[in-house]
């Protein structure tokens, strides 16, 4: 009997789940049904900003092939919604008129836009209607709304400083579009950084042409331009900001009233066991944005700490590789052979990269403590205390913050220090140890530490690697009357294997004969 | 031999030319019986490193083995005689053979070995032995390159194009290999990419290469160990959606396209950094340096051991040769991909038999055409050639194991100090009912013998190599061996004799390699072409060289090996390993080890390490670790050292640089006993290739005991002895 898995949903999450299933769909092992909203199979959400802004195109991202899945085998219905489980019968009654049955069923539904209450959008939050020239940038046609305003140089306006939003003000910004960023805190990103970090972004943002309006609340927005399009958004203090294109960038909420409809428990997002199960229907999971791990026992360790879901792909795609190999253990031999297969350890709080080319930045974390918190300074018994080491050069655009409890990251962030920012984010997802000298990871940044050639003077240093001559030698043939480049390589052999040295035996030459003049 | 004898290098796969003539009347400071001198020669361009300079110092060396030398039970090794030697051989093979079938007899073969050598031990393992267990040491260095060669293009040559295209490079990027260590005089070949910005190197330590991209040389990437493939699709991912892949190559010379863009759309920069290390921003700049680079002076991308000893190495290759093919590089006349072989005949050791899986010409034991070919060759009816046997890990892991391997013959190898797992492999070797090795030295694998044969050392014999561009080269005999030392030809073709093998075994290089040619006819490395009096000539000859051709400077320029002529373009993703973030560095065991090597020294170093010019230099392993990571275990530089895991320990001293990652600590694996870094390498192997994992150990390093440290000194005091004795 195969084993019938219906997926709800076949975004990135989804396509991970499904590559991971394959060989079992292929082997006839398991019958899979993958059921997607959007017409297109699934492609790498996170990039249709770019997208947007014409640094790539639709192909690139595709992370799944329609026809290729339907030859493995598996049934893959696009644009086709679900509109509601029958967890009596089994079944999925599905928008096609079919009503296909399951013995396991994954949702992986994703998230959708939070629209925020403006008036002149329709705020009903299932099903917005955004007027024309606004865009939440979610899919492919979002993106081309956006392609098409970049490529005519015409006003943007993101509303909304979180990652998304910057990440797509930047883009557009950098493709030649006029772009503001309009967001209600007193720096962008302020739920991430802390206001050092805040500040100098502010200012890096503002330096590649992008205009930040901070503290700012909008309560409405203007459709006065041809056929009625979007024309400004309109602040509580009355003012407008000018605009042809709207784009909301307010976060994004997981997408929940299909489990709610048939009564499966959710918080935030679709609450999931350990093992991705939802609570009290253990042959129905969830995983990506629309899942969140908190398991049904109070006493839990892990849950009470456990974060909501985070809206980054990493995780997700975690559980997707877990549940997979989860499920094809349960297709094959059962819920004792399922039971070997160790939970899914617990996510470690994300990782935020800016995916942008003029600014550097990386958070992640815990960022609110500062160097001089009393908390820090005082000696603590047992723990280890918290410390922090903080260094600020806003004048060039750098800033960053090592925040740690027993030399392991709790929280960092780094804007304008590439490197230091690559060997920080490493060392937190891998809760790996920082040198004590913590301002050796700032040196990574330095044109130091790129390039650290001996002096030319020391004699001792060994000029030719390959032979290992030292200078010391070549300067006795020299003074043993060799005068020339083959000269020296006969008599020491130095400069006879790779060559590379043979602008320093010259020098050595030339310094002889100079002294020698003089 | 008035010019003396024109030869190659003993040593690594660049082979570089050098003529070697009697010493003159005043002797050379080593004491040689010969001198060396460079030679011009496209690859080395008259250049030689530290060993080349010093290699006939071992000719005449005081602990040369001229003798056979049998074990007493006093564990002492005295000298026999040839006759006697060849009876015992004989009998402890006939016997395991009766007791225990011809499976239970094994060889391990070396990429050191000469074409001729190599051919006839497998052709020795197969009819003269009747076994299917015959592997190499080549299975620690190029088979997980070589099987996504042949799985991208049909055919692996290291280089498949000569090694001067180089030089007109605008971008060459090196990925897991440090040739300024390894080959010094290939470094020439960089220059040209050097003087445009255009080198690029990837590698966790900023290694003497790595260097060469300051100055505005290039970049250096320095992903922490075990990323790489991360890493290689990151730089996919940038070149796929910045539109700078060459569709038009794509779409005429390649299948598989649409798939590899699939897979590289979860590996945009950003990612790809919080995984490897390496900011995104140097990521998209490597990319669209290659990219430019291809459409100027042309870009190459060429992979080491750095990248490829490792358990996803197959894969990680394979990512490298889809960035290859993306931006077009394969089979274009000014831009490509290689790998870069190691073992001076790493290439052609590789391709006459001396494989599990493999018969002469690149075939497949497997493959009934080939099988049926080469019995027709030997004259021997199918049925006798065994099928495929056990790779080298799998092989060594099977010592003295029950349906194992109990007499075994190694030749060219120091398995003691050069496989993974070191510690387990020496207790196999002591677990065999009969160990022959065949060496010039007593080295670490020859002390646990049973029997150790004398063997010729190369300026003593003739035969040919196959250097890492795919060209077969001669090399050329300058002196009269020792009179008790034989060559391995003329061994194997004695005990054929006494074993009453079928077919013929030649003990003249020459004739071997008259067969070798018809045995390689129509394989995928074809030799027929080729021969010594051409050779003698000076010609340039590259497999494949058909009779009546001239050979194959540069491959894939029409087609690729496959029978569409297309390039096989196979989708690769990281394991869970190197992406999942809840993997955390465990307290234990913090730090990686990478192993690798020294310019000094050469492979187990049983060679380099008796020449006391280069013991001088080098006398001891030491771990290359990073000031801050020594300062939290409060070590100084030259303390001793514990580092340790599950698997063993070694003590050694410490250098301190900060060329180094604070996670990663460095140790070359040239030394043996207590400094031997494959006592703390897994024994876990690349499920394509079997190559095994050399490069992400996780160890432990503390401080040591001086009571440790006494021991280790002692050791030490032995291995400067033997140099100076030798000096």
């Avoid at chain 2, 890493?231 to 700078?244: A, K, R």
Wanted: hydrophobic share 40%.
């Amino acid at each position: 009997m195969r084993e019938r898995i219906v997926v709800v949903g076949f975004g990135p999450v989804a396509a991970r789940l499904v590559d991971g299933l394959l060989p079992s769909v292929r082997s006839g092992l398991v019958q899979l049904l993958v059921v997607g909203q959007e017409t297109e199979a699934a492609y790498n959400r996170v990039m249709v900003a770019e997208l947007g802004v014409g640094r790539t195109t639709a192909d690139a991202l595709a992370m799944a092939d329609a026809a290729d899945l339907a030859a493995d085998g598996v049934d893959l219905r696009l644009g086709v919604t679900v509109k509601r489980i029958d967890r009596a019968r089994q079944q999925v009654v599905l928008s096609d008129g079919t009503t296909p049955g399951y013995d396991r069923l994954v949702f992986a539904t994703g998230s959708r836009p939070v629209i925020p209450n403006l008036t002149g959008i329709n705020p009903d939050p299932s099903h917005p209607v955004l007027p024309s020239g606004v865009t939440a940038l979610r899919d492919l046609r979002d993106a081309a709304q956006l392609r098409e305003a970049v490529v005519a140089g015409k006003r943007v306006i993101i509303l909304g400083g979180g990652v998304l939003g910057l990440e797509t003000a930047l883009a557009a910004a950098e493709e030649g579009a006029p772009t503001t960023v309009v967001h209600n805190g007193s720096f962008p990103l302020g739920r991430n950084i802390d206001r050092g970090a805040g500040t100098v972004l502010a200012a890096s943002l503002r330096k590649t042409g992008v205009t930040v309006v901070g503290n700012a609340r909008s309560t409405a927005v203007e459709h006065n331009g041809p056929d009625g399009t979007f024309s400004a958004l309109v602040m509580n203090d009355g003012s407008r900001i000018e605009g042809d294109l709207l784009v909301l960038s307010c976060g994004v909420r997981p997408r929940i009233e299909l489990a709610e409809g048939c009564g499966i428990p959710a918080a935030t997002g679709i609450l999931v066991d350990h093992r991705l199960r939802t609570h009290h229907e253990p042959h129905m999971f969830a995983i990506g944005d629309c899942a969140e791990v908190r398991c049904a026992d109070a006493g839990c360790s892990e849950c009470r700490t456990a974060l909501g879901p985070s809206g980054l792909v990493g995780p997700g795609w975690r559980q997707a590789e877990w549940l997979a190999e989860y499920l094809i253990l349960l297709a094959e031999g059962g819920q004792d052979a399922a039971d070997t297969l160790a939970p899914l350890p617990q996510e470690r709080p994300g990782v935020v990269l800016l995916k942008a080319r003029g600014i550097n930045l990386a958070v992640a974390g815990d960022n609110a403590a500062e160097p001089w918190d009393d908390e820090l300074l005082s000696v603590s018994e047992g723990m280890p205390g918290r410390q922090v080491a903080q260094w600020a050069d806003p004048g060039h655009g750098r800033y960053v913050k090592m925040t740690t409890r027993g030399g392991l990251l709790e929280g960092l962030v780094a804007v304008g220090m590439p490197r230091t920012a690559a060997e920080l984010v490493m060392l937190f997802e891998r809760g790996s140890e920082l040198p004590a000298d913590r301002s050796l990871l700032l040196r990574l940044d330095g044109p130091d530490q790129l390039d650290t050639p001996a002096s030319h003077n020391d004699s001792q240093r060994t000029v030719c690697r390959c032979a290992g001559i030292s200078g010391a030698s070549i300067e006795e043939a020299v003074l043993d009357g060799c005068s020339t480049v083959p000269e020296v390589s006969k008599a020491t052999r130095a400069g006879t294997g790779c060559g590379g040295c043979h602008g320093d035996i010259k020098r050595i030459i030339e310094r002889h004969f100079q002294g020698v003049a003089a | 031999m008035a010019n003396g004898a024109k030869t190659h290098c003993p040593y690594c796969a660049l082979q570089c030319a050098m003529t070697l003539t009697p010493a003159a009347s005043a002797q050379p400071a080593s004491g040689a019986a010969l001198e060396v001198s460079g030679r011009d020669f496209p690859t080395n361009r008259g250049g030689l490193c530290r060993k080349g300079w010093t290699s006939p110092s071992l000719l005449n060396h005081a602990e040369r083995i001229t003798e056979p030398m049998l074990r007493g039970s006093d564990g002492v090794h005295r000298p026999v005689t040839w006759d006697q030697a060849l009876m015992l051989v004989t009998g402890a093979v006939r016997q395991t053979r009766e007791q225990y079938g011809p499976d239970a007899v094994g060889v391990f073969g070396g990429g050191g070995l000469t074409n001729e050598k190599a051919y006839q031990l497998g052709k020795f393992a197969r009819l003269a032995l009747g076994t299917s267990r015959i592997d190499y040491n080549g299975r620690f260095c190029m088979s997980s390159a070589a099987a996504a060669g042949n799985r991208a293009f049909g055919v692996d040559r290291g280089l498949p194009f000569p090694v001067e295209d180089l030089d007109s490079a605008s971008v060459i990027f090196l990925l897991g290999s440090n040739v300024a260590e390894t080959m010094p005089p290939f470094v020439q070949h960089l220059q040209g990419a050097r003087d445009s910005g255009g080198l690029i190197v990837a590698d966790p330590r900023r290694s003497a290469t790595a260097a060469f991209t300051g100055d505005g040389g290039g970049i250096h990437l320095q992903p922490t160990p075990g990323t790489d493939l991360a890493l290689i699709l990151g730089i996919s991912h940038v070149v796929v959606h910045e539109g700078l892949a060459d569709t038009e190559y794509l779409e005429a010379r390649t299948t598989g396209y649409p798939a590899i863009v699939r897979s590289l759309a979860a590996f945009w920069p950003e990612r790809v950094q919080s995984i490897t290390g390496v900011p995104a921003t140097l990521i998209r700049d490597c990319a669209r340096r290659l990219a430019d680079g291809a459409r100027r002076g042309g870009s190459y991308i060429l992979t080491g051991r750095g990248v490829e000893q490792h358990v996803d190495g197959t894969d990680t290759a394979t990512a490298a040769i889809n960035l290859s093919l993306l931006l077009g590089l394969p089979g274009s006349s000014r831009s490509g991909y290689g790998t870069l072989t190691g073992q001076g005949n790493g290439q052609g050791g590789r391709e006459h038999g001396q494989k599990a899986d493999q018969l002469p010409g690149y075939r497949k034991i497997t493959d009934p055409a080939a099988r049926a070919h080469v019995a027709k060759v030997w004259g021997v009816d199918e049925s006798l050639i065994p099928g495929p046997g056990l790779p080298a890990v799998e092989l060594l892991k099977s010592l003295g194991k029950p349906d194992g391997v109990r007499c075994l013959f190694v030749h060219g190898a120091n398995v003691a100090v050069s496989a993974p797992d070191a510690g387990a492999v020496i207790q196999g070797l002591r677990s065999l009912d009969f160990l022959v090795v065949c060496d010039f030295f007593m080295s670490e694998t020859a002390l646990e013998a049973d029997l150790v044969l004398p063997v010729t050392q190369w300026a003593e014999e003739e035969g040919t190599l196959t250097n890492l561009e795919g060209r077969v080269l001669r090399r050329r005999k300058a002196l009269t061996p020792p009179p008790g030392v034989r060559s391995e030809l003329w061994l194997m073709s004695r005990l054929a004799e006494s074993l009453e093998a079928p077919s013929t075994f030649s003990d003249d290089p020459e004739a071997v390699f008259e067969e070798l040619r018809r045995a390689s006819a129509g394989g995928l490395a074809d030799y027929s072409g080729i021969d010594y009096d051409m050779l003698d000539r000076g010609e340039a000859a590259y497999w494949p060289y058909l009779a009546g051709s001239s050979g194959t400077p540069r491959l894939f320029l029409d087609a690729f090996a496959h029978p569409d002529g297309r390039a096989v373009m196979v989708p690769v993703v990281p394991q869970k390993r190197s992406t999942r973030s809840a993997v955390v560095g465990s307290e234990r065991e913090p730090l990686t080890l990478v192993t690798g090597r020294l310019l000094e020294h050469y492979q187990s170093g049983a060679q380099t390490r008796r020449v006391a010019e280069l013991a001088a230099a080098r006398p001891e392993a030491l771990l290359q670790m990073h000031p801050a990571t020594a300062v939290a275990e409060n070590i100084s530089a030259g303390d001793f050292v514990r580092v340790s895991n599950e698997r063993g320990e070694v003590l050694c001293r410490v250098e301190l640089s900060n060329s180094i990652r604070t996670d990663t600590v460095f140790l070359p694996f040239h030394f043996p006993g207590p400094g031997s870094a494959n006592l703390l390498t897994e024994a876990v192997t690349d499920p394509v290739s079997g190559m095994p994992e050399f490069k992400s150990s996780r160890v432990r390093v503390r401080k040591a005991e001086p009571a440790h440290a006494e021991s280790v000194l002692s050791m030490q005091g032995k291995l400067v002895m033997q140099g100076k004795e030798a000096s």
